[in-house]
């Protein structure tokens, strides 16, 4: 059963109350454990915060119920008696994959008295995380199955659409749906705050607004002065540290012991840093947070009185959980999205109506994944040993990967059954968030401290040489970047500047799957191959966003073979758009920028989870062509949306587009912070002429 209804509305309770009554039946077996049930959430923060709710509303039953969350985190000398004892056990699908399911002999009274799997927040598992995130759960049902164990799953969501599909294709089990939201709540007042236009110019002379890490900063800065409890969720680590750090700043010349009463709360602390602030968030010590994702997840922190969302969250789903973590008590509350300089933000202040009249977007994923569903397969099989029924489980992709398996020498078939036979473990062969590869250390050079981590997909952009990172507060510059060793060097500084990375990207088409006359042109679908090398970064003001200078990098190309949705014109469909050859690539780059920066309207998905190239002759397609792809290995899901879309997808890209009141293209409409080409060339109105001509021919939705 899934329950999808608004933050505040009471799911923790819907599936407590089954669970803790289960549990404190089985207490009066005789070992104390005659049931047994598994909480998973995404953060470790969340997972801590429901134990603490936990052993509140357990109380009164004493020792019948015994929640312990069994992580990363977790002491080892703790693990056994959690292993042995624990009645409740909170983890996260990290742990479920790399710490439990590989040592299920160790489990295995847990595991056979298993009754409830609690899958909490539900709506983040999408893309790459949630495709893993199912076919763990199939490895956890195969190994319950072996214990004589039929738990029950119980998930909650945000609202989201047709979140039964979305669950069972998660757990790979039919699930019922309650999504009748009745639960009072106070009011909230949402605020869309477009920040101002400056004096500036950006690229090819480009009107820039104010960032919206300023903006939020002074917001942030004015309620907690005002004594307004707020947290501020930011999409970067970095963007939650540099508010953080300039809020600091603008406190202290109002009152000196404002300051600490702000901070900022990211993935990559360390374990005691991150309980640290949860305290004194959850005590009232903090007046202002500047929070990434991992406070939006059901974390209870009631008595908030504002959230300010710095730039659209990716999904209307998140829009709304993070809006729903102030004024949880009931009382009134404040929410405020401020808009980022880009098409998709500009689109949703100036179109509320996509924000408060459109249905919530579906969860998409794809567990049938090949890169995906081999490590799991690889997993499974040294768990217990792999035989023919076990496949239909893992989906029907599963067959016809086990014969690459063996003949890459990963699984050995002896008499009935697949055999890991490798030495290392082979849940190490895959890290489920997607990340890939050893995580890149953060080491400060002159004390050898380890600051942090990075995963080593993001290091050629986050820690390359020359690079600015924060953290708590405090501002370092890479050094040096080794690949090899997976560290990078940052020694303290000060610059007056973030930098951000630029890339060059090509593309080939390997497969086409699927597709579509649009009159002359076509969409199509299927995979490509991706070569994408980072060649250079810029240096900008931190407030204002001005392009101080661009530094050269020499970092090794890497390619990515993923899937895409593409879209071709002909020579006639130029003609009649009056696109000629010299304004023709900025005319594609235009709307390749502008549709890349909509699509997470449409899937649930952030412009940074997909990439795109745009080519006047392209030698596969040898037509001018737009490509828009997955930038995960084999696919996440989310170019397939886009093809099934396409016509409302283009539809408000070209709106989007039209819209804009700039004269040649700016970063609201046409311009992207991550292009490799330093948003060179661009052609605004030639876009809107060729969308206009592409989609008059199109079929309908």
Request: glycine share 8%; charged share 20%; net charge negative.
């Amino acid at each position: 059963m899934v329950v999808a209804t608004g933050t505040a509305s009471g799911k923790s309770l819907a599936y407590l109350a089954p669970v803790l009554s289960a549990l404190a039946d089985g207490a009066q077996a005789p070992n104390g454990r005659g049931a047994t049930a598994l909480y998973l959430a995404p953060t470790k923060a969340l997972a801590a915060d429901q134990r603490r709710a936990v052993r509140e509303l357990a109380g009164p039953l004493g020792n019948a119920i015994r929640p312990a969350v069994y992580d990363g985190d977790t002491p080892v000398e703790e693990r056994e008696w959690v292993r042995q004892y624990a009645n409740y056990v909170l983890t996260n699908p990290d742990m479920l994959h790399r710490g439990i399911l590989p040592a299920h002999p160790r489990w295995s009274s847990f595991l056979r008295a298993l009754r409830y799997v609690v899958i909490d927040e539900c709506h983040t598992y999408r893309g790459v995380f949630g495709s893993h995130v199912a076919q763990v759960l199939r490895r956890l049902r195969r190994l319950c199955a072996r214990y004589g164990a039929d738990p029950v799953f119980l998930l909650a969501s945000a609202t989201a659409s047709d979140p039964a599909a979305a669950a069972s294709r998660l757990t790979g089990v039919p699930v019922l749906e309650v999504a009748d939201d009745a639960s009072p709540r106070g009011e909230v007042v949402f605020a869309l705050w477009e920040p101002p236009l400056t004096e500036l110019r950006g690229e090819k002379g480009a009107p820039v607004r104010r960032t919206a890490t300023a903006e939020t900063a002074d917001l942030l800065t004015d309620l907690v002065v005002q004594g307004v409890r707020t947290v501020a969720f930011v999409r970067s680590r970095r963007g939650a540290e540099l508010i953080s750090v300039i809020a600091q700043e603008r406190l202290a010349e109002v009152d000196r012991s404002l300051p600490r009463r702000v901070a900022a709360y990211r993935g990559g602390y360390l374990p005691e840093e991150r309980r640290a602030l949860e305290r004194a968030l959850h005590s009232g010590e903090l007046l202002g947070l500047a929070a990434t994702t991992a406070l939006e997840l059901g974390v209870d922190v009631s008595g908030l009185d504002a959230v300010l969302i710095t730039g659209y969250p990716g999904t209307r789903a998140s829009l709304w959980q993070q809006a729903g973590r102030a004024g949880r008590s009931g009382q009134g509350a404040l929410a405020v999205l401020i808009a980022r300089d880009d098409p998709l933000d500009t689109y949703l202040v100036h179109h509320p109506e996509a924000l408060f009249r459109q249905p919530v977007e579906a969860t998409v994923l794809d567990p049938d994944n090949p890169y995906v569903l081999a490590p799991h397969l690889c997993a499974a099989a040294a768990e217990l040993p792999l035989t023919e029924p076990d496949l239909a489980l893992f989906g029907p992709a599963a067959a016809e990967l086990i014969p690459q398996l063996e003949a890459t020498k990963l699984l050995r078939r002896r008499a009935t059954a697949w055999h890991w036979t490798r030495r290392e473990r082979a849940s190490d062969l895959t890290d489920i968030r997607g990340g890939g590869g050893r995580p890149v250390q953060i080491v400060e050079a002159a004390t050898g401290r380890l600051l942090g981590t990075v995963d080593e997909s993001a290091a050629h952009t986050a820690v390359h040489e020359g690079a600015v990172h924060l953290h708590q507060g405090r501002t370092y510059l890479v050094k040096q970047l080794d690949l090899e060793d997976s560290v990078a060097l940052v020694e303290e500084s000060n610059p007056p500047f973030s930098t951000t990375a630029r890339d060059t990207t090509s593309i080939s088409v390997l497969e086409t799957e699927t597709e579509i006359p649009w009159g002359p042109a076509r969409l199509c679908f299927g995979s490509v191959e991706v070569t994408n090398q980072v060649v250079s970064y810029l240096r900008r003001k931190l407030i204002t966003g001005e392009v101080l200078g661009e530094a050269k990098l020499d970092l090794p190309p890497r390619t990515l073979r993923t899937r895409a949705v593409w879209w071709t014109v002909t020579e006639d469909q130029l003609d009649e758009a009056r696109i000629n050859p010299e304004i023709l690539g900025g005319a594609l780059h235009a709307a390749e920028h502008a549709s890349i920066g909509l699509l997470p309207l449409f899937a649930t998905c952030d412009r940074w989870d997909i990439g795109g190239v745009s080519v006047p002759l392209h030698p596969d397609t040898l037509l001018p062509t737009v490509f828009v792809y997955d930038g995960h290995p084999g696919g996440a899901g989310f170019a397939e949306r886009a093809f099934h879309t396409a016509r409302a997808w283009l539809t408000a890209t070209r709106d989007a587009i039209a819209a804009c009141e700039c004269e040649a293209g700016c970063p609201s409409c046409i311009q992207s912070p991550k292009c490799g080409n330093g948003n060179d060339p661009l052609h605004k109105r030639g876009a809107i002429r060729l969308l206009t001509r592409l989609l008059s021919e199109a079929p309908p939705a």
